[in-house]
């Protein structure tokens, strides 16, 4: 895995490695840029380029021309870092890479995320999963069916996606491990710390998990970095189900709204023993509904992206 | 306006002081590419090309210009420092940061803060070491003008000289900035080795590639299989050379023996090895420059990093296994001399020492799993100590082994602990295969130029793929022999002597391994120094030793003999009054009946005082301290004692554990001090 100049100008700009603590890019922000450069027939390496006058090609404002300057500046630490964290077994993917999760690219159009970091095996990427999300603070019920719905995934033979935090994240990955099945984790917070775990290297080396996130490896947990990563799981699942969430407050009614309203994938919520005080709002605004773990098959009737893709070729 | 052209040419008439200094074909143009063009390149020329004046020239070009510095990875410091006085005439503000030079890093490391670093020297070392790329690589890179990466085929693992170190740097290069040049440079590499040098730099690499030819030497071979003969006839050929060289041997213990012969011989001779620190190489290399020295004996550790142009012979007393680690070093041989020569002695060991290096070059892949597994399952990682503990390995290999699997992606290093890395990661077996299948071929085309009939120069010359390879008409079998092979038969029958006496120093173990449990400290219960009569899989009395014990159950009144003069010259004080063996395992009484007839002729109490109580695995098979430590303690009891100095008896030593250990018991028990001797050491290669 060799970085393209364009690879690396998105590593430059857009990521908080090399131990920045200068406000990076925004996805939007690179997108808008590369798209400006584009126009005026650049490429994004162009910000490398000290010959190319960035406020007189692109129009952007004196702020944001001082802003990219600096961290073209840092790039060499943190493409130091991207090399740091290859010696660790984590991959670092952008936008511009055959590896950059195609249904990422496709769903998330601007708000895709312009550099992924990972770990495991990449192959889980290339088929949509069964995203499995709710609050951390579970209920008994609501805990059984996060593990049922883990189940029927690996029964459907595709990877449980979901976010690596605890409780019905944490149910749903073990349940899918437990029946030998795979998983995709979309993690929030450092991966660098999650790659020392005993078990988590074991599972790496079976092959059957993918870990990802958006944030440096080595930072810790913002409210940001999850509503992020949530976009991440929609983005990669068939069909994300909510097991339970709360009522105008928290990340999972924050990223399912968000998700219902941005199209960045289907969502299901589930109805019955178990649910959140914001499952029914969910289904008002558009959420499938279910009602049983083994009608997960009949959600997946309609083509994903990724499949319509595979016919396509 | 100055012209490019002519400012690299004015610049090149400052560095080497000449002002009719011509361009060599390719220089300028390499420059042209790294300066004009911004694009990677790769010179493959033969020392004393001048290679440092493209990275030179370069630099001042770019500084001048106000680009960023050069970066020079180089992987000896001999060479580093010789780079460094290069940069003088070009007014070069040039540091080396190197592990001795601790104490200047913050200094320098401002300088290249504050920009006033021209050109900065490191070892491939330094990449990997974490304050380093933490604290300056960052602030380094951001506005690095060009890389260069000295003796580049370091980088290939098809190459003789294949350095883990080196195989990070492909890493390195892929994070550079966009748009900073990469220039490699080597003497010795074959079209295998640039190809993988190109995979690893990227493809739009612009190869500057000249012939290998050195028109002053001229080489010969000459079959002498018997190692004093070949003693021999250095002692009886050397004084008869004009001028300084070097002689090369295959092992450490072969460079001190050889040298030490020849300085008995009225040579001025020093031996040049890796262990040796660095002062005292440095002080070797400048009595050779100098012409204090006759000659150097040295291992392949003085290889790429000397400079010297005056050398006029280069004889090897064993050959390497392939031609061109063969080439690298005759190549030292006739730079700046008119004629010079290369004679390559050919022994019967040869094949059996590069078997052992061919053997060992990678870790095996049962102790690959072992290692990994266990480290997977740590929580917290594992201490160099700790790995050591579960693995059977000595621990120059374990740490090879780490440094291996740590380049391969499979393990890193987080302060002093190792932990598993998330990539998956199988065995390269078939990689190994290969490499191992590539490094046969070239042995065997060592071989073959050692019997061959064809001009010795066009071969070496064929093997490095140079594409102008040509009869020589010096060497020995366009011009007919320039040295012959006949030996003086007295002074082989000194040789022979120098190889009996030239025994060798046990020295006591000092610590035990963490982890070991054993109630006495070591410290307090410490042997004296002893010794050993000689190194197993030598000639003469080593194989008296290795039949005395594995076939004839005895061993010959020559050895008690020797052993016997040994002691006599060793001379301990206080004198021992008695002595005791270590019992056998296997070989029953021959140690006892060899103690007991040595004590005879020493006029010492022969004591059977020690019991084996329990059935140890050899000492041989336990590859590393923990597990030798491990194996010996409680093994012997001291069943009986006198009060005096003892001398204590084995065969062979290996790794010092059980003379160490039982001698703490002896100490204890009253008896002191504990003087260790031995028949023969089994460790390193040969045995």
């Not at chain 2, 070491?129 to 951001?142: A, D, H």
């Not at chain 2, 003999?561 to 270590?582: F, K, Y």
């Amino acid at each position: 895995m060799t970085l393209t100049n364009d690879a690396k100008a998105a590593v430059a700009l857009t990521t908080r490695l090399g131990s920045r603590q200068r406000p990076s890019l925004t996805p939007k922000m690179w997108h808008e840029l590369s798209q400006t450069l584009d126009d005026a027939g650049y490429g994004p390496d162009a910000v490398f380029d000290q010959s190319v006058d960035l406020a007189n090609v692109t129009g952007v404002g004196p702020d944001l021309v001082e802003r990219i300057g600096r961290l073209r500046t840092d790039a060499a630490a943190a493409l130091l870092e991207v090399d740091e964290l290859r010696h660790r077994g984590i991959w670092t993917t952008t936008v511009f890479d055959d590896g950059y999760p195609q249904l990422i690219r496709e769903r998330l159009g601007h708000n895709a995320p312009p550099v992924i970091f990972g770990a495991g095996n990449v192959g889980l990427l290339t088929q949509a999963g069964i995203g499995i999300v709710g609050s951390r603070n579970v209920s008994a019920e609501g805990g059984e069916v996060a593990k049922s719905l883990a189940r029927e995934a690996v029964a459907l033979n595709v990877p449980v996606v979901s976010g690596g935090a605890r409780g019905v994240d944490d149910l749903a990955m073990n349940a899918a491990f437990g029946s030998d099945g795979s998983v995709v984790g979309v993690l929030a917070d450092s991966l660098i710390g999650r790659i020392r775990k005993p078990d988590v290297l074991q599972a790496l080396d079976d092959g059957n998990v993918c870990l990802l996130t958006q944030q440096a490896p080595s930072s810790g947990f913002t409210a940001g970095a999850a509503m992020s990563r949530n976009k991440i799981i929609y983005g990669l699942a068939a069909v994300t189900v909510v097991v339970a969430s709360d009522r105008d407050s928290g990340g999972t009614w924050a990223g399912a709204n968000e998700a219902i309203m941005a199209t960045y994938g289907p969502v299901a919520v589930w109805r019955g023993e178990g649910e959140g005080p914001g499952n029914q709002a969910l289904e008002d605004m558009g959420a499938a509904r279910l009602e049983e773990p083994s009608d997960l098959a009949d959600l997946l009737e309609t083509p994903s992206p990724s499949e319509q893709m595979s016919l396509e070729l | 306006m100055v012209s490019f052209q002519d400012r690299a040419t004015e610049l090149l008439k400052d560095l080497t002081g000449r002002r009719n200094a011509d361009w060599r074909d390719g220089q300028l143009e390499a420059i042209r590419t790294i300066i004009e063009d911004r694009a990677n390149a790769l010179v493959v020329q033969r020392t004393g090309w001048g290679k440092s004046a493209v990275y030179l020239i370069s630099t001042r070009l770019m500084r001048d210009a106000g680009g960023g510095p050069t970066v020079i990875v180089s992987p000896l410091v001999a060479l580093m420092r010789n780079q460094l006085a290069m940069t003088h005439p070009l007014s070069l503000n040039a540091e080396i940061v190197y592990a001795a030079n601790r104490d200047e890093w913050d200094r320098i490391f401002e300088a290249i803060q504050a920009g006033d670093i021209d050109l900065l020297l490191i070892s491939p070392e330094r990449l990997n070491n974490q304050q380093f790329r933490r604290e300056v690589m960052p602030q380094l890179f951001s506005n690095i003008g060009l890389l260069v990466i000295d003796e580049v085929h370091c980088i290939s693992d098809w190459g003789h000289d294949f350095r883990p170190d080196y195989r990070r740097l492909q890493q390195v290069v892929a994070s550079l900035p966009p748009g900073v040049p990469v220039l490699g440079t080597t003497a010795t590499a074959n079209d295998r080795v640039v190809a993988d040098v190109e995979e690893q730099l990227g493809s739009d690499l612009q190869v500057y590639r000249g012939t290998l030819e050195r028109e002053s030497l001229a080489l010969q071979v000459l079959d002498i299989e018997n190692k004093a003969e070949r003693m021999a006839w250095l002692a009886e050929t050397i004084p008869t050379l004009s001028g300084s060289g070097i002689v090369y041997c295959l092992t450490i213990h072969d460079a001190e023996r050889v040298a030490e012969w020849l300085r008995s011989q009225g040579v001025d001779a020093a031996a040049y090895t890796g262990p040796m620190d660095n002062e005292a190489r440095l002080e070797i290399e400048g009595r050779l420059t100098n012409g204090d020295l006759d000659v150097v004996v040295a291992t392949s550790a003085l290889a790429m990093g000397y400079d010297n142009p005056k050398i006029e012979f280069v004889i090897h007393f064993q050959t390497p296994g392939s031609a061109i680690a063969y080439y690298q070093q005759v190549g030292r041989a006739g730079r700046a001399v008119d004629t010079s020569f290369g004679v390559a002695l050919s022994g019967w060991e040869d094949t059996d020492i590069q078997d052992w290096f061919i053997s060992t070059a990678f870790p095996n892949e049962d102790d690959c799993a072992l290692v990994l597994d266990r480290l997977r399952d740590s929580q917290d990682g594992l201490r160099l100590a700790d790995i050591e503990a579960l693995v059977n390995l000595r621990r120059s290999r374990l740490d090879s082994m780490l440094k291996i699997l740590e380049v391969e992606g499979a393990v890193y290093k987080e302060g002093s602990r190792w932990r598993r890395s998330a990539e998956r990661w199988a065995y390269p077996t078939r990689r190994i295969e290969e490499v191992t299948a590539a490094r046969r071929a070239e042995q065997a085309a060592m071989r073959e130029y050692v019997s061959t009939d064809a001009c010795l120069m066009e071969f070496l010359r064929r093997q490095l793929d140079d594409p102008g390879a040509e009869r020589c008409g010096r060497c020995a079998n366009c011009a007919g022999e320039l040295f012959s092979a006949d030996v003086d038969s007295t002074l082989v029958e000194l040789a022979l002597r120098h190889l009996r006496k030239s025994s060798l120093v046990i020295e006591p173990r000092k610590r035990l391994p963490t982890g070991i449990e054993f109630d006495l400290a070591l410290k307090d219960h410490q042997m004296e120094p002893g010794r050993c009569l000689t190194r197993w899989g030598d000639p003469g009395l080593a194989q008296l030793v290795a039949t005395g014990r594995d076939v004839d159950g005895r061993f010959d009144d020559e050895l008690t003999a020797a052993t016997a003069r040994l002691v006599e010259e060793w001379a301990p004080t206080p004198a021992p009054t008695w002595l005791t063996w270590i019992p056998s395992r296997s070989a029953g009484e021959v140690i006892e009946d060899f103690a007991v007839r040595l004590a005879d002729r020493l006029g010492l109490e022969a004591v059977s005082a020690l019991e084996r109580v329990r059935d140890s695995r050899p000492q041989k098979t336990m590859q590393n301290s923990f597990q030798q430590a491990q194996n010996v303690i409680g093994s012997f009891v001291v069943i009986d004692r006198r009060p005096g100095p003892i001398l204590l008896i084995d065969d062979v030593v290996d790794s010092r554990w059980t003379l160490t250990v039982v001698a703490a018991q002896l100490l204890s028990a009253g008896s002191s001090p504990v003087y260790p001797l031995a028949l023969a050491d089994t460790s390193g290669p040969g045995s």
